[in-house]
C-alpha cells in the first residue's frame, strides 16, 4: 500500500485507478468524480502488479459554523468489486485517516455507507450542510444525512450540530 502525492503517480497507474473506480460504481462514477480525486494524494492498495483499492484525500476550504477550516475530503473510495469483503477499503481508509490526522484540522466525505465508516471512526454530520455559489449559500439538505467527519485530538472539539459549508464545483457540490 503506497500514499502518493497525484502528480507524482504514473500515468498507467492513474489509469487503473480511474478504471477500477468505474469498476466499482458504474455508470454512477462521473468524469466530475474523478476530476474531485485529482490534486491532493492517493492511497493505492495493490496486490503484486495489481491495483485493488483505491482512496483520495484533496484539500478544501470549509466553513464550520462560520469558521474557515482546512479539511481533508475523501474521495473516490474504491476496490475492485471481486475483492469485495477482504478488508482492502479498510486498509486504504485506515491509511487516509493517517494522514488527515497528520496534515488537516479535519477530515470529511460524503457517502451513502455510513456504518462502513462509523466501524472506522468517522462520525455522522448532525448540522445542516450549504453550499457557496458566488456571494450567497444554499442549503443542500439532501446531502446531510451522507455526511462524515473524522474529529481527532483540538479538532474533537467541533462541533457536529454545527452547520458545514462547502464552495460549489462541477459535478456533485459534496
Known amino acids: ?104 484540522q479535519l477530515g470529511v466525505l460524503s457517502t451513502a455507507h455510513q456504518q462502513f465508516y462509523e466501524e472506522l471512526g468517522w462520525e455522522r454530520w448532525l448540522g445542516p450542510s450549504f453550499v457557496r455559489q458566488g456571494g450567497r449559500l444554499l442549503r443542500t439538505a439532501d446531502e446531510d444525512a451522507g455526511l462524515m467527519a473524522l474529529r481527532w485530538g483540538r479538532g474533537a472539539a467541533f462541533d457536529l450540530s454545527s452547520s458545514i459549508t462547502c464552495d460549489e464545483r462541477s459535478g456533485d457540490d459534496w
Not at 33 to 48: A, Q
Open 1 to 104: 500500500m503506497a500514499l502518493v502525492a497525484d502528480e507524482e503517480v504514473a500515468a498507467t497507474l492513474r489509469e487503473a485507478a480511474r478504471a477500477l473506480c468505474c469498476d466499482a460504481f458504474g455508470d454512477r462514477f462521473t468524469a466530475d468524480d474523478w476530476d474531485h480525486s485529482c490534486g491532493g494524494v492517493r492511497v493505492l492498495v495493490t496486490d503484486g502488479p495489481d491495483l485493488v483499492a483505491h482512496a483520495a484525500v484533496v484539500e478544501r476550504r470549509l466553513d464550520v459554523g462560520g469558521h474557515p477550516v482546512d479539511a481533508g475530503y475523501v474521495e473516490a473510495v474504491a476496490v475492485r468489486p471481486d475483492r469485495w469483503r477482504q478488508g482492502l477499503g479498510r486498509r486504504a481508509m485506515e491509511r487516509v485517516a493517517a494522514h488527515i490526522r497528520g496534515a488537516y
